[in-house]
């Protein structure tokens, strides 16, 4: 069973960046095509980002030129760069495939405020 371990949030000032790391264990491989996810309170997960094993990569309107989403296959991690953070940004993230058909990891969750 493919397994998702989520790392690398915190709290940030508006306007600085994290990057969160992502853990895919339980596959020889990564799965094909991944995403990240988030989920901000009472509000439903959408997906932010998305890559395929290629390298091909999609972006939601609100995160376009801020974050970037990679992938190493080699070491089974992906990874989302996010730069110029706003506090709408705040929520807990989560990688999955995409679409989603793997129980969900822990999450990590990014808090952006002053």
């Known amino acids: 069973q493919v397994q998702f371990a989520e790392s690398g949030g915190g709290l940030v000032q508006p306007g600085g960046a994290l990057r969160l790391s992502c853990a895919v264990s339980g596959s020889i491989f990564i799965p094909y095509r991944m995403g990240w996810y988030r989920q901000a309170p009472g509000k439903q997960r959408e997906l932010v980002a998305g890559?395929?094993?290629?390298?091909?990569?999609n972006y939601a309107d609100s995160v376009k030129g801020r974050f970037t989403i990679s992938r190493d296959n080699a070491k089974k991690m992906v990874n989302l760069q996010m730069n110029s953070l706003k506090p709408e940004d705040t929520a807990v993230y989560y990688c999955?495939?995409?679409?989603?058909?793997?129980?969900w990891g822990q999450g990590t969750q990014v808090t952006v405020s002053t």
């Open positions: 999955n495939t995409n679409p989603i058909n793997y129980a």
């Open positions: 890559i395929t094993r290629g390298g091909d990569t």
